[in-house]
């Protein structure tokens, strides 16, 4: 299947875009840590350099504690969007 008139795969069209929403929530954490908010990163890349493994309790508590928590990547599996992984 293709993700593009040009031949892209498409499911390699959707780990790039994964990829996007990652870069995406890191630059938000960066600018929301640079105003003094605690934020808390997580995605489905399970990279702990660009941040942690996505666990739902845990957002959950950050979320209560009124840390700003955010998910990139989706689910990190192709040929699904993004926001299957929003609550």
């Known amino acids: 299947m293709q993700g593009s008139s040009w031949g892209m795969d498409k499911a390699a069209a959707d780990y790039v875009g994964m990829l996007a929403t990652i870069m995406n929530s890191l630059i938000l ?3 929301l840590k640079g105003i003094g908010s605690q934020v808390r990163v997580a995605n489905s890349d399970h990279n702990a350099r660009s941040g942690r493994a996505f666990l739902g309790c845990a957002h959950i508590r ?3 504690k009124g840390v700003s928590s955010f998910c ?3 689910t990190g599996n192709p040929h699904v969007t993004t926001d299957t992984a929003a609550p």
């Open 72 to 74: 990139g990547g989706g």
């Open 62 to 64: 950050h979320l209560e």
């Open 29 to 31: 954490q960066e600018v």
